[in-house]
C-alpha cells in the first residue's frame, strides 16, 4: 500500500481521536456544568429555604459604590420560593436611626467591634418603618487590605420589639401597684410576686417562691373554703372575692382578690394571676361609718336613722300578723339644769346611765334608740293590746327611782316623762307615729313630769295654737303690735356704753306676750321675716337718729339678720336705702348674723357680706361656739366682732367648770389675734364680769348691766351712765334688782 495511503489513514484515525477525545472533553464539560448548576441550584435552594425558615433577608453593602444588594424570599406560585433580588442606593434608613448605623459600621471598620450589628428602622415598600435587626462581617477587601465589601442577613423585629415594649411596661406596672400581684402555678406554688405582695404580707419573693400558697392561709377561714376556691379556679378560670391571710408576723389581714388562669406563652403550662389588695383599713373604716350612720357614739344605742329603719320594718310585721307596734317618746325632766350645773362632762355620765337602764327595763328584745340630747324612744313589737305599753312605760318610770350614781361621792335621781303612740291606732307611718310619741311626751310633761300619756287627738291643738299664730302674726306690723328693745353693750376698756342691741318683741292681742323663740322661727317659715326684719332695721336706725339729735352722736346700733333677709332677700339694697333715709352713718350699723346663717351658703353670705363691708357697715357673728364653723373659716369672712354665746359664760367663775373657762378665753385669745372685737353675751353676776376682764374681753352684754329697755329708758340709762360722762372705767356691781350699780 502507497504510503500517502497509510498517512491518510493514520491522519483518519487521529482525527477520529480527537474527535473522541474532544466529544468525551464536551461531555465531561457538560456533566461538570450540570454538576455545577445542580450544586448552585441546592445552595440557592438551601439559602432560599434558609432565609425562608428564618425570616431573614441576605444583604451585602458595597462600600466603594455605596450600594446595598439585598436578597428576601417571596412566596411564587404553586407555593414556591421566589429569590428577590434588590439594588439600591437609597437605604431608607430612619432620620432618627442614621447616626447611630454609621456609628456602628464605623466602629466595625477600625476593629473596634467584631462584627457589624445594628438595630434601626427602615422604610418597607408599604411606606410604613419597620424595626431591623442586622448582622454582617466583611467579604471582600483591597489591595491595601481594607474593607470594600460586608455581608450577612437582617430580620424585622417589629413584632419582637412591640411585645418587648409590652413587656416592659407590663412588668413596670406589675411593679409598682399598689395591689399585690401573685402568679401561682396549676399546683398554687408560688412563681412570682411583685414587691407590693411584699410589703402588704411581709414576704420576700425568696421567701415564697416554689412553696405552696397555703403558707398565707388564715383561721378565718376553714380549710374548706380554700378548697373551694382553688377548685373553682380550676374549673372556671377565675375566682373574684374577699379572703384573709395571715402575714409574715403572724398579724390577719382582709384582701379583696381577683384571679384569673393564663397560659404561659413559651411553655404554654397553666398559671393563676392572682391581684389583691388589702382592704382591712378600709373595711374598718366602712364599719365605723357605718356605726356612726346608725348608732349613737355616747350610748352606743341605735340612732334616729336606724330607729326609722327598724319601725318600718316592725309596722310591715304588724301589718302581716294583724298585731300591735307601740312606740315610747322619752325625755329626761329637766336634764338641761342638770347638765348646766354639773358640767357636760357630768352630763354625759347621766345620759350612759340613763341608756343602761332604759336597756335593762326594757329587755333585749325591743329596740332602744337615743335620737338626740336627752330624748330617747322605744319600739315595742308584737303587743295584743294598748295596756302592755302603759305597763312597759310604768316599769320605766319605777327603774329611775332608784338615783344614778354619777362618782364616788355623788348621785342624783333624775325622772322620765314619757309619750306613747300605737299602730294601727295612732298612725300608720313611722314618721306620725315619732310626732304623736313626741307630743304626748310634751302633754306628759306639761301634766306634771315623772309620768307617761297616750296620745289623742285633742292633743292636735298645739298645731292649731301654731297656725294661729301665723295668723296673727300676719296682721301684728299694721296693727302696731311689735316694737323694740334695747340692751345696751359695756367697753371694758373705758366703762363707756358704745353700742346697743335692738331686740325685736310682740305683744299679741290673741295670744298676749309671744316670745321670740316661738315668733321668729314662725316668721322664717311662712316668709314674713322679710318684711318683718325691714321693719326692724328702719325702726332700729330711726331711734338711733333719735339719740344723735339729743347728743349720743358715738353711739352704734346693732341689729340681728336672719337667713332669710341675707341670702333671699335684696337686704344690701334695703340697708343702703334706709341708712339715707335715716341719716345714719354706715360705720354706726353693725349687723349680727349667727354661725348657721353663714354656712349654709358660704359662697353668698361672703359676696353680701363683702358689699356691706364696703359701705362701712360692722358684722357680727352672734351666738359663737354653738355652730359649726371655726375661725380658720371665719378668718376669711370680713367679720368686725365675735359674740361669745350666753351657754359658755352661764358657769364663768364658778369652781369646777374648767371647760366653758377653756373654750370662752381660747376664743378671745384667737379673736384677738385675727383683729375681731368680742362681746360676752349674757353677763349676769359679778364673777363672770371679773373673769372677762380678766381675761381681756372687749364688750360685755347682759342683765348684770342692763335688762332690754324701751327707747326712752334706754336713753336715760345711758345719758346716767358714769362712763359716759367720761369717769373711770366702772367697777360693776349687780343690785338685788340685777340691774348694774353705778
Not at 220 to 230: N, S
Not at 441 to 468: E, H, I, P, V, W
Request: hydrophobic share 40%; proline share 3%.
Amino acid at each position: 500500500m502507497p504510503a500517502t495511503h497509510y498517512m491518510a489513514l493514520l491522519l483518519a484515525l487521529l482525527v477520529l481521536v480527537l474527535a473522541g477525545v474532544l466529544l468525551s472533553s464536551h461531555r465531561r464539560r457538560e456533566r461538570e456544568q450540570r454538576e455545577h448548576l445542580r450544586a448552585l441550584r441546592e445552595r440557592e435552594e438551601k439559602l432560599r429555604l434558609a432565609l425562608w425558615a428564618s425570616n431573614e433577608l441576605y444583604w451585602q453593602y458595597d462600600l466603594e459604590r455605596h450600594e446595598l444588594e439585598s436578597i428576601k424570599i417571596e412566596p411564587g406560585r404553586s407555593d414556591d420560593l421566589n429569590l428577590r433580588l434588590d439594588l439600591d442606593d437609597d437605604h431608607q434608613i430612619h432620620a432618627d436611626d442614621l447616626n447611630q448605623v454609621l456609628q456602628r459600621l464605623r466602629d466595625y471598620l477600625r476593629g473596634e467591634a467584631p462584627m457589624f450589628l445594628s438595630e434601626h428602622r427602615i422604610q418597607g415598600d408599604d411606606g410604613a418603618w419597620r424595626w431591623m435587626r442586622a448582622r454582617g462581617r466583611a467579604v471582600a477587601r483591597n489591595d491595601q487590605g481594607r474593607i470594600t465589601r460586608i455581608a450577612g442577613t437582617a430580620r424585622d423585629v417589629s413584632a419582637y420589639r412591640e411585645h418587648e415594649r409590652e413587656r416592659r411596661i407590663a412588668a413596670d406596672v406589675m411593679h409598682h401597684m399598689a395591689e399585690a400581684v401573685v402568679v401561682l402555678d396549676d399546683e398554687f406554688r408560688f412563681v412570682s410576686v411583685n414587691p407590693a405582695f411584699t410589703r402588704i404580707s411581709g414576704y420576700e419573693a425568696a421567701d415564697v417562691v416554689g412553696r405552696d400558697a397555703a403558707m398565707t392561709n388564715s383561721e378565718q377561714h376553714d380549710a374548706a373554703f380554700y378548697e373551694a376556691t382553688r377548685q373553682a379556679m380550676r374549673e372556671q378560670g377565675h375566682w373574684n372575692g374577699e379572703m384573709w391571710q395571715r402575714r409574715k408576723d403572724g398579724r390577719e389581714f382582709l384582701c379583696s382578690t381577683q384571679t384569673n388562669a393564663i397560659t404561659e406563652p413559651d411553655s404554654q403550662r397553666r398559671l393563676f394571676v392572682l391581684v389583691a389588695a388589702d382592704i382591712t383599713d378600709r373595711r374598718r373604716i366602712e364599719q365605723e361609718l357605718r356605726y356612726l350612720a346608725n348608732y349613737d357614739t355616747l350610748t352606743n344605742l341605735p340612732n334616729r336613722t336606724l330607729l326609722a329603719e327598724r319601725l318600718s320594718r316592725a309596722i310591715v310585721r304588724a301589718r302581716r300578723q294583724g298585731s300591735c307596734v307601740a312606740l315610747l317618746f322619752l325625755d329626761l325632766d329637766r336634764f338641761k339644769d342638770i347638765n348646766d350645773s354639773l358640767g357636760h362632762a357630768a352630763g354625759d355620765r347621766i345620759l350612759r346611765m340613763a341608756a343602761q337602764r332604759l336597756q335593762r327595763a326594757i329587755g333585749p328584745s325591743h329596740t332602744v334608740a337615743r335620737i338626740g340630747g336627752d330624748e330617747f324612744t322605744v319600739v315595742l313589737e308584737d303587743l295584743t293590746h294598748a295596756g302592755e305599753a302603759d305597763a312597759c312605760a310604768q316599769r320605766v318610770i319605777d327603774a329611775f327611782d332608784e338615783p344614778l350614781l354619777i362618782d364616788d361621792r355623788q348621785e342624783i335621781v333624775i325622772t322620765p316623762s314619757i309619750g306613747i303612740s300605737l299602730y294601727p291606732d295612732h298612725a300608720q307611718v313611722p314618721t306620725d307615729l315619732l310626732k304623736h310619741a313626741d307630743t304626748a311626751m310634751y302633754q306628759a310633761k306639761a301634766a306634771g313630769r315623772r309620768t307617761f300619756l297616750r296620745y289623742t287627738d285633742s292633743m292636735d291643738s298645739n298645731t292649731r295654737q301654731r297656725a294661729g299664730l301665723i295668723a296673727s302674726l300676719r296682721r301684728a306690723v299694721e296693727r302696731n303690735e311689735l316694737r323694740l328693745v334695747y340692751q345696751p353693750q359695756l367697753s371694758l376698756a373705758d366703762g363707756r356704753i358704745r353700742c346697743v342691741e335692738a331686740l325685736l318683741r310682740w305683744h299679741s292681742a290673741e295670744h298676749g306676750d309671744v316670745s321670740p323663740a316661738q315668733f321668729i322661727p314662725l316668721a322664717e317659715e311662712s316668709g314674713m321675716i322679710v318684711s318683718i326684719g325691714e321693719w326692724v332695721l328702719r325702726e332700729a336706725c330711726t331711734t338711733l337718729a333719735d339719740w344723735q339729735r339729743d347728743g349720743l352722736t358715738a353711739m352704734s346700733m346693732a341689729v340681728n339678720v336672719s337667713a332669710t333677709q341675707l341670702l333671699h332677700s335684696d337686704l344690701p339694697r334695703a340697708v343702703e336705702r334706709i341708712l339715707r333715709e335715716t341719716g345714719i352713718d354706715p360705720g354706726q350699723l353693725e349687723l349680727e348674723l349667727t354661725e348657721s346663717v353663714l354656712m349654709s351658703k358660704a359662697g353668698l353670705a361672703a359676696e353680701r357680706l363683702q358689699f356691706f363691708r364696703r359701705m362701712g357697715v360692722s358684722i357680727a357673728v352672734d351666738d359663737f361656739g354653738t355652730g359649726y364653723s371655726s375661725l380658720a373659716y371665719l378668718r376669711r369672712l370680713p367679720i368686725t366682732t365675735l359674740k361669745i354665746d350666753k351657754a359658755f359664760i352661764d358657769d364663768l367663775g364658778r369652781p369646777g367648770d374648767s371647760e366653758d373657762a377653756a373654750i370662752t378665753t381660747t376664743v378671745i385669745a384667737m379673736a384677738r389675734s385675727l383683729g375681731l372685737s368680742v362681746v360676752a353675751e349674757g353677763v349676769e353676776t359679778a364673777e363672770q364680769l371679773a373673769f372677762l376682764r380678766q381675761h381681756r374681753c372687749d364688750v360685755v352684754q347682759g342683765y348684770l348691766l342692763s335688762r332690754p329697755l324701751p327707747a326712752s329708758e334706754c336713753l336715760a340709762f345711758m345719758r346716767e351712765w358714769p362712763g359716759q360722762a367720761g369717769l373711770a372705767p366702772l367697777a360693776v356691781a349687780a343690785d338685788a334688782g340685777g340691774r348694774a350699780a353705778p
